[in-house]
């Protein structure tokens, strides 16, 4: 943390709205990606973030400063995430009928992002591309626990301790779902492989 | 294989640099006799680094900051509930006011306007008074009306009220099923 930043909680935790604000500026673009990896949409990544931060400011009382504010913040976001994932299933069930074109309508993410194999022959292009949207169901796919311990891990680099306590469960439990995710994630490119080379016979 | 099954979950944490050194040594012995393990730590390597955070952009990022910032500056977009002790302090004042013109109306006239406001909502106030204090009964008869809108409970529901009773019942369903179902459900998933 650094000290500009330890400020910035301080004057926060004190009620000053423009130091939260400035706060929420800086975590903003790492909490919208993770929530929409989480959610799936963008619209629903918008409100849970949302949901999270409001909670966030309502309980920086409680908040000591001890850790950077966005370590802090996680536990709110992952929670408020799985809520979400939650609620939607039980809505789903409920109104199973309701978001059957749901995956026609939503835009997907990750043909929206910055392609790593720019400037490669387009078959690599093309083959990256596909691979990476396989991978991206296959995280879809993936119980929203194992979910949010993999991302937490992958993408913001979360120690074991820091995911466990984040999450509220042991550290054993996210090392088994660490390793489930990955597991399931090197099958679903196993497959993909698999099924381009029967493809190509 | 059951054997490399348990590696699976060491190499997972050693790619992450999550072993300590007694443990990847461990991994690393393993991983020079194992071919699958190898194959597997291979397939770690390739798959893993395809998956990127998706970065939102600036425009996105700022849009969201904004919206969180209207909502934690600026509580004033109250929901309907939370409106309700300001409405009901509003209705509180109509009933007074009209109170008060009804009194008036007996200072004018000398005789008492129908008692109860019920019964001006339902009969129309005599002819003598209206020929005698028309404005006021007009002020009057609109006082009642708002009096009728927001008088606790009316015989039927109308359609809104039996809509926002449907919505938190569900929310009662929806809870209920998450913790007696959906739960476990994970737990199980998770396992």
Redesign the interface.
């Known amino acids: 943390m650094t000290p500009d930043e330890r400020d910035l909680i301080a004057a926060a935790v004190a009620g000053d709205e423009t130091a939260f604000g400035e706060l929420v500026k800086r975590s903003m673009p790492r909490a919208l990606a993770f929530a929409r990896q989480m959610t799936g949409s963008q619209e629903d990544a918008e409100d849970v973030v949302q949901e999270a931060y409001v909670k966030a400011y309502r309980s920086l009382s409680g908040f000591r400063g001890d850790s950077g504010f966005y370590t802090w913040f996680y536990r709110l976001l992952a929670n408020a995430c799985l809520d979400h994932l939650r609620k939607a299933a039980v809505m789903n069930k409920l109104l199973f009928f309701r978001r059957e074109n749901k995956d026609e309508d939503e835009r997907d993410p990750v043909e929206d992002a910055p392609d790593p194999n720019a400037g490669s022959s387009p078959e690599a292009l093309v083959m990256g591309k596909e691979l990476k949207k396989a991978l991206n169901r296959a995280l879809m796919a993936l119980p929203g626990r194992q979910r949010a311990v993999f991302l937490l891990k992958h993408n913001e680099g979360l120690k074991i301790s820091e995911i466990a306590l984040a999450l509220g469960i042991s550290e054993g439990a996210v090392k088994s779902h660490l390793s489930r995710a990955v597991a399931s994630l090197s099958t679903s490119m196993k497959d993909y492989r698999g099924g381009r080379n029967e493809a190509l016979r | 294989m059951k054997h490399c099954d348990n590696y699976?979950?060491l190499i997972?944490?050693y790619?992450?640099g999550?072993t300590g050194a007694e443990e990847s040594a461990q991994v690393l012995a393993h991983m020079g006799s194992c071919a699958s393990c190898r194959a597997?730590m291979d397939?770690?390597r390739?798959?893993?680094p395809?998956?990127?955070?998706?970065?939102?952009t600036q425009a996105?990022?700022r849009r969201?900051?904004a919206?969180?910032?209207e909502?934690?500056?600026k509580p004033a977009r109250l929901s309907n509930w939370k409106l309700f002790p300001a409405f009901a302090a509003a209705l509180g004042l109509v009933l007074l006011a009209s109170v008060g013109y009804m009194n008036r109306d007996l200072f004018l006239t000398g005789k008492p306007a129908p008692t109860a406001q019920v019964a001006a909502i339902r009969q129309p106030a005599p002819v003598g008074h209206k020929t005698a204090v028309p404005q006021v009964q007009v002020a009057a008869r609109d006082h009642t009306v708002d009096v009728r809108n927001g008088a606790p409970p009316a015989p039927k529901l109308d359609k809104a009220q039996k809509d926002m009773e449907l919505a938190q019942n569900?929310d009662v369903?929806?809870d209920l099923?998450?913790l007696e179902d959906?739960?476990t459900l994970?737990e199980m998933?998770?396992l």
């Open positions: 699976k979950e997972a944490l790619y992450y999550e597997y397939e770690l390739q798959a893993l395809l998956i990127t955070p998706e970065v939102p996105e990022s969201a900051t919206r969180v910032m909502r934690v500056v569900m369903l929806t099923d998450v959906l739960d994970d998933e998770n």
